[in-house]
């Protein structure tokens, strides 16, 4: 546990480390015991909040990248740039594979099927999103979320949190970035994630296009 005090950290760090938490005590608000008796009632069941999808999604039109076999779900594109993977339905990595991006004093990591956990100044003591430390399923600290509001179709660009069975979902890892594709319900979605330089700041950039987009690999 890492104790930091509101007067002497930045505003929007503040902010940040607000959204991110899980669970916020206020001191002015009781004791832990009052203010856990007020919670919700944990065993009450959870409302889903939109229907699930109606129809299956569009599939991205992929090939193997050319340096990957078989065995494995992924392999070298753009001349060696890129590291492509490509999850089909029921593929999966045989462990997490995660891309580290980061500069000096900021940064985050990110796996084949999104999530991950940012970070600053220390990976270890100062996390600012939730990282469980699962070498086998990896759960998510992060999550972007799509939602139709005429249908109520929900789903994200990444493989997780919310993954179709029948869909297709590619990942590709380069220097200082990772980009994330996905097509569902005549929407393809492009999610590309990097730190700059300098400056303790993560981008992610949600590209959403309403055609259906067919693409290929290549040397």
């Not at 990595?93 to 220390?122: D, H, K, L, M």
Request: aromatic share 8%.
């Amino acid at each position: 546990m890492v104790v930091l005090r509101s007067d002497l950290i930045p505003a929007q760090t503040h902010a940040l480390l607000i959204s991110a938490a899980r669970v916020v005590l206020v001191a002015q608000h009781g004791s832990l015991l009052d203010q856990l008796g007020r919670a919700a009632d944990p065993n009450a069941p959870v409302r889903p909040l939109v229907k699930p999808l109606t129809h299956r999604p569009q599939l991205l039109a992929t090939l193997r990248p050319p340096a990957s076999s078989s065995s494995t779900p992924g392999g070298f594109a753009a001349d060696g740039k890129e590291y492509v993977t490509v999850l089909g339905p029921g593929q999966s990595t045989p462990a997490p594979w995660i891309n580290v991006i980061a500069n000096a004093t900021f940064g985050f990591q990110t796996a084949t099927e999104g999530g991950g956990y940012t970070w600053s100044a220390n990976s270890r003591e100062n996390q600012l999103t939730p990282w469980s430390n699962d070498p086998v399923s990896d759960p998510p600290g992060e999550a972007f979320y799509i939602r139709d509001d005429e249908t109520g179709d929900l789903w994200s660009p990444t493989a997780l949190p919310i993954r179709d069975p029948q869909a297709t979902y590619v990942a590709r890892h380069g220097r200082g970035y990772s980009r994330f594709e996905h097509s569902a319900c005549g929407v393809a979605a492009s999610l590309l994630q990097y730190v700059p330089v300098e400056g303790s700041v993560k981008i992610s950039r949600l590209r959403l296009t309403n055609e259906p987009i067919a693409r290929a690999f290549s040397a």
